[in-house]
Nanobody, 116 residues
Framework: VRLVESGGGTVQPVESLTLSCEIF????????LNWYRQVSGPEQFERVA????????TYRPSVEGRFTISKDAAKNMLYLQMNNLRPEDTAVYYC??????????WGPGTQVTVAA
């Protein structure tokens, strides 16, 4: 499985941005698809949103109500709609896929910068 994110960029506070993740290969049987972000430093990763195989979505409290994770199965794409962006949302965003064996696949990431 290979994942490639796109859609990052620089926006002003309260603006919106949609991230896309193209999924190459099958994620059938995978536990979940996720969006993570690295806010600072090499080990500062936090999960932003999760979409389980059963269709359940969960969000980090700080993005609840502002971000929406979704999948287009026909296009094999994962999305993250981000509304009302804040400076603290600035980060490198990663798309991940969690297979049954527990070793997640990660994309290379896309930078999102929120600044006035």
């Amino acid at each position: 499985v290979r994942l490639v994110e796109s859609g990052g960029g620089t926006v002003q506070p309260v603006e919106s941005l949609t991230l896309s993740c193209e999924i190459f290969g099958s994620t059938s049987g995978f536990y979940s698809l996720n969006w993570y972000r690295q806010v600072s430093g090499p080990e500062q990763f936090e999960r932003v949103a999760q979409l389980t195989a059963g269709g359940t979505t969960t969000y980090r409290p700080s993005v609840e109500g502002r971000f929406t994770i979704s999948k287009d199965a026909a296009k094999n794409m994962l999305y993250l709609q981000m509304n009302n962006l804040r400076p603290e949302d600035t980060a490198v965003y990663y798309c991940t896929a969690a297979p049954p064996d527990g070793i997640d696949y990660w994309g290379p990431g896309t930078q999102v910068t929120v600044a006035a």
